[in-house]
């Protein structure tokens, strides 16, 4: 089971309809050593959970890519990672995406949403550093 942590929260129910960053970014905090970066979780996994919270729609074939960034002075941001392209179909409510953290990574990290053959009509996802991977299902109620 993962656990969620708001100082490790990139986005809590942002609406995404165009190329955005994330409205939060994650500092890992300094190190006497910055050239050496960070080694977050060691002998845990992170992931990165990406969580579809509003189905997305657009007029026409729009795709959603995640690319997680670090930097190391909250300035200038570098991918790292990423999941997608996400096809609209894989973006309906309740659908979850898990990437293996990389390691090491720089001080701060975010999550950069783009967009692509967009704009998106509708759509709202949630992000977060977790120390294991997510998988929802979804079952039919039974009758």
Do not use: E
Not at 15 to 27: F, G, I, M
Not at 44 to 55: D, E, G, I, R
Not at 57 to 82: H, Y
């Amino acid at each position: 089971m993962a656990i969620l942590d708001k100082f490790l929260q990139y986005s809590d129910k942002q609406a995404v309809t165009v190329t955005a960053v994330s409205t939060n970014v994650v500092d890992a905090g300094a190190t006497k050593n910055a050239a050496i970066g960070r080694d977050l979780g060691a002998g845990t996994p992170l992931f990165l959970f990406l969580n579809v919270s509003q189905t997305f729609t657009a007029a026409g074939a729009a795709t959603l890519v995640a690319t997680l960034q670090d930097s190391a002075d909250n300035v200038t941001f570098a991918d790292v990672a990423s999941i997608g392209p996400l096809s609209l179909a894989q973006l309906t409510a309740g659908k979850g995406y898990n990437l293996g953290f990389p390691i090491p990574t720089r001080r701060y990290t975010r999550v950069n949403y783009t967009v692509a053959t967009g704009p998106m009509t509708a759509g709202i996802v949630s992000a977060h550093v977790v120390d294991g991977a997510i998988y929802n299902f979804s079952y039919p109620d039974y009758l």
